[in-house]
């Protein structure tokens, strides 16, 4: 009875909704023209001295959720944008493509359409490999790349392989996109190395009635797409300057997925691994995630090298945050 007449999961939506208008942003959507609505928080002020700053989603609750903790951090140094991406939030399109290569191309119409030609981005997991292919289709415009626990270099042989956690495809989708309590516990599990426990089953159906119940079919066509016919000879290497974040204990994209990402983009990459933390590092360790993203885009001397020409990885250890 009491889910009935108080979603917890709406008022926190509404609790960033305001705090996002607080920040200086904006809800907007454009329409594409083919089908295609993308919805889109962008600044109410832009100013043209400002770089611009590209903040791209994975699965799960929507943008503002992802980005809440780490807002305030950036719209006073860029012009910020944060996109529903494709069949999530308020985005959606009626045309057939699902591969994160045309979510890559309706989120730069999306910028473009509001005048941005030149953004740095940050990429959580699903939203690394649409950041990903931004990155390699529009070298020109993208500045500095930020992928975060970003499978982009997985195969589809790895799932036979046994690399991940789940045994196949289908049982991937059912825990990334929960339809009961024990499926999102099972995805909290993966996503977090300390995930909340003794969480009222109700509390977790109103997520799934709020965040999970829309678009299930495309977006399980989105999971498909990631996999089908994937393979790293194939992957365009891109070359702009590239932060790698990943969680040490990352469940659901595995570390070695982070170390086959900074061989194959080379020494234009960092990688930084931060210990005690899962898939969820973004909401984990939110001091961590942050300081290396303003170390990485805003301050000018990111991540110093004890060899010139040369990258290293950066292994953080801290039990706080």
Excluded at 301 to 309: H, Q
Aim: aromatic fraction near 12%; hydrophobic fraction near 40%.
């Amino acid at each position: 009875m009491m889910s009935k007449i108080f979603s917890f999961t709406a008022s926190r939506d509404w609790f960033y909704r305001y705090s996002f208008a607080k920040a200086g942003l904006r809800a907007q959507s454009a329409n594409l023209g083919d089908g295609t609505i993308m919805h889109c928080w962008v600044p109410k002020i832009i100013k043209s001295s400002k770089p611009n700053l590209l903040l791209l989603h994975g699965f799960g609750a929507n943008a503002m959720w992802q980005y809440g903790q780490h807002l305030h951090i950036f719209t006073s140094r860029f012009n910020v944008y944060v996109p529903d991406l494709l069949f999530f939030g308020e985005s959606y399109t009626s045309r057939p493509e699902r591969t994160e290569s045309f979510q890559a191309q309706c989120v730069m119409r999306l910028m473009e359409a509001h005048g941005v030609h030149r953004m740095n981005l940050v990429g959580i997991s699903y939203g690394g490999f649409v950041g990903y292919s931004m990155a390699s289709q529009f070298q020109e415009n993208i500045e500095k790349v930020v992928l975060c626990c970003a499978g982009v270099c997985l195969e589809e042989k790895d799932m036979e392989n046994g690399l991940f956690a789940v045994p196949n495809l289908d049982e991937a989708a059912s825990i990334l996109l929960p339809q009961t309590a024990e499926k999102l516990r099972e995805l909290m599990r993966f996503s977090f190395v300390k995930p909340a426990t003794g969480i009222p089953s109700f509390f977790l159906r109103d997520f799934i009635d709020v965040m999970c119940k829309d678009y299930v079919k495309e977006k399980r066509e989105l999971i498909q797409a990631i996999l089908h016919d994937r393979n790293l000879s194939v992957l365009p290497k891109i070359t702009q300057p590239a932060l790698i974040i990943w969680g040490e204990k990352d469940q659901i994209f595995p570390l070695e997925l982070g170390h086959r990402l900074k061989r194959h983009v080379g020494e234009s990459s960092q990688l930084v691994i931060i210990k005690n933390a899962g898939h969820a590092v973004n909401l984990e360790k939110a001091k961590e995630f942050a300081k290396y993203l303003k170390s990485f885009l805003i301050d000018s001397a990111a991540f110093p090298s004890p060899y010139p020409g040369s990258l290293t990885d950066f292994i953080h250890d801290k039990n706080d945050g």
